[in-house]
T-cell receptor
Framework: KAGVTQTPRYLIKTRGQQVTLSCSPI?????VSWYQQTPGQGLQFLFE???????NKGNFPGRFSGRQFSNSRSEMNVSTLELGDSALYLC??????????FGSGTRLTVV | AQSVAQPEDQVNVAEGNPLTVKCTYS??????LFWYVQYPNRGLQFLLK??????LVKGSYGFEAEFNKSQTSFHLKKPSALVSDSALYFC????????????FGSGTRLLVRP
């Protein structure tokens, strides 16, 4: 099976811009979760999608949003970027919630 | 609220010696526990998990972990450390409820010196 694919791997954006990150889960996995990793805050949960429905959302401002398509691919969007949004964004796919496979992440730098 | 604690920011060990990376958890109900490893600029690699059954769980790369319900701990161990084990290690617990949210500890950096 192919692993979890996140694109792009690296991204540099300017404050105030918006960005869209993509995650393709393992075939057959209907759950996709997103996490933000920063040196100061560690790994924080952003949201989880299951069969196109958002099932859970972390404590992030409304500038962070996501969606999942019928083929389980997911995108997350961050609008009005701030310097503090610089982070490694990881997605994880799961079939049954007893195993998770993570992608390599997207490194976002906001300047 | 569910939580995971990794009390050590860094663990230093000599190559060939045993290593332990500590993790304690707080959940309601039966926990689903996981260990992941992260190398620089990479995603998280799965090491092992405890869902149910034997308290001693064996995982990838010679790692194992012991689930201790009375002490609410899930420490990661390896009998003989390698320099290549140097990385960032995360303990995680699956949140209760229907979603598959993982709650992570703060991470422990393992440094294995030659």
């Amino acid at each position: 099976k192919a692993g979890v694919t996140q694109t792009p791997r690296y991204l540099i954006k300017t404050r105030g811009q918006q960005v869209t990150l993509s995650c393709s889960p393992i075939s057959g996995h209907r759950s996709v979760s997103w996490y933000q990793q920063t040196p100061g805050q560690g790994l924080q949960f952003l949201f989880e999608y299951f069969s196109e429905t958002q099932r859970n959302k972390g404590n992030f401002p409304g500038r962070f949003s996501g969606r999942q398509f019928s083929n389980s691919r997911s995108e997350m969007n961050v609008s009005t970027l701030e310097l503090g949004d610089s982070a490694l964004y990881l997605c994880a796919s799961s079939e049954t919630g007893v195993g998770y496979t993570f992608g390599s992440g997207t490194r976002l730098t906001v300047v | 609220a569910q939580s995971v604690a990794q009390p050590e920011d860094q663990v230093n060990v000599a190559e060939g010696n045993p290593l332990t990376v500590k993790c304690t958890y707080s959940v309601s109900g039966n926990p689903y526990l996981f260990w992941y490893v992260q190398y620089p600029n990479r995603g998280l690699q799965f090491l092992l998990k405890y869902i149910t059954g034997d308290n001693l769980v064996k995982g990838s790369y010679g790692f194992e972990a012991e689930f201790n319900k009375s002490q609410t701990s899930f420490h990661l161990k390896k009998p003989s450390a390698l320099v290549s084990d140097s990385a960032l290690y995360f303990c995680a617990v699956r949140d209760t409820g229907s979603s598959y949210k993982l709650i992570f500890g703060s991470g422990t950096r393992l440094l294995v010196r030659p």
